[in-house]
């Protein structure tokens, strides 16, 4: 017993001398520890309001506490807000683009992270029907434009279509919709130049717009 005692004494000498000690805790048990980032709609067509959901857990597998802070970046499009908090270990947050293209948002709660990809659609696609014509013959390629609402369905029957090319000769500048499709026809003549490549801009109000290809083959 005495040797114990004489042992403890001189350690806090030792001790007295040290000035603070430095203890380095390990992380705490409630931290956030997993990131999950889910997207809806996750392919959504251009001026769709997505909801990005982002769940926290801690080491043990349950949500973080209420009120654990997540920050929220994206590499394009408007998001908001860029910092929320938990409720029950969920946060969320809104992604918008007025243009087409993939963005990466990604979610950060403590030294965890996830993200996710969001790929906006346009809402003009068009396409050329075929997409090759042959120098020797010349020929035609049907070019079709097919335009949505944002909410996915057809535009209005009779919405106006303008078309515009660079190469070739198109059978109108304009048409308009019947179930969402108009077309028109690119006539490519014979002798055309091999390699050619022959762009088609079809345009649906200030904004949508999109293009297709055709080629001109030996």
Known sequence: MGRAVWILAIVA?????????????????????????????????????VT???????????AVADGTTVSLTTTGGTLAPFST????????????????????????????????????Q????????????????????????????TDGTPVADGTTVTFATDGGLLSASSDTTSVGIATVNLTVASGAAVGSVFTVTAQQGTTNSNTATVSVTP
Not at 52 to 62: L, M, P, S, W, Y
Not at 127 to 143: L, Q
């Open 85 to 120: 908090t938990t409720t029950g270990g969920t946060a969320t947050a809104t992604l918008t683009s007025a243009s087409s293209g993939s963005f990466t948002v990604t979610a950060s709660a403590g030294t965890a992270s996830g993200k996710v990809v969001v790929a906006f």
């Open 13 to 49: 000498m030792i001790c007295a001398g040290c000035g603070e000690v430095e203890w380095f805790p390990e992380t705490a048990a409630d931290a956030p520890t997993s990131v999950t980032v889910t997207a809806s709609p996750a392919s959504p067509l251009i001026n769709t309001s």
């Open 122 to 149: 346009p809402l003009v696609t068009v396409a050329a029907n075929p997409t090759t014509i042959s120098s020797t013959t010349g020929g035609t390629s049907v070019i079709t434009a097919t335009v949505k609402n």
């Open 52 to 62: 990005i959901t982002v769940n926290v857990k801690q080491a043990d597998g349950t």
